[in-house]
């Protein structure tokens, strides 16, 4: 794993972070305001900053972190940790997926190699345009059309 810039950890980890914990919650009917999205967006950003320099092993850090997500959720916005990992799980698939769309169609249409993302900041903050956009087409019809996978909002754990 390559390290982030502070500026790529403001620009891509912290939205995907706010992403994947609206997306998730959305799903399963529960909430989450904004502000503790950020909140808990900027922890997770400033881990992940020494996460991806310190981790070799790929995969780990993304446990670590929807480890974190969940903890962080928990303590700010309250509600079961099982309700709540299975809201940032959710969110997580979904976001990396759109990843694992978009990352490679965005280098094979531009001819740049995660090489070159990984030594050009501004190019992965740009690569990750595409992943941004779509993650906020989902959630906004998310919204629109009230779509919850399993309502969570009125169960108690």
């Not at 972190?65 to 903890?71: A, F, S």
């Not at 531009?110 to 959630?139: C, H, K, M, Q, W």
Request: aromatic letters at 14%; charged letters at 10%.
């Amino acid at each position: 794993m390559y390290p982030l810039t502070w500026y790529e950890i403001i620009f891509i980890s912290v939205p995907q972070s706010i992403f994947v914990l609206k997306i998730g919650f959305e799903l399963f009917n529960l909430n989450i305001d904004l502000w503790r999205c950020f909140i808990i967006s900027l922890v997770v950003g400033f881990v992940t900053y020494f996460l991806r320099s310190s981790l070799a092993i790929p995969g780990i850090h993304t446990i670590i972190i929807i480890i974190l997500i969940t903890l962080l959720a928990t303590v700010l916005n309250k509600g079961s940790v099982l309700f709540n990992l299975a809201a940032v799980f959710l969110g997580s698939i979904i976001m990396g997926v759109i990843e694992g769309v978009c990352c490679p169609l965005f280098l094979r249409l531009t001819s740049y190699s995660v090489e070159d993302l990984a030594n050009d900041p501004l190019l992965n903050i740009t690569g990750f345009l595409p992943v941004l956009v779509l993650g906020l087409i989902i959630y906004i019809l998310m919204r629109r059309y009230s779509f919850v996978i399993y309502d969570l909002s009125n169960k108690g754990l």
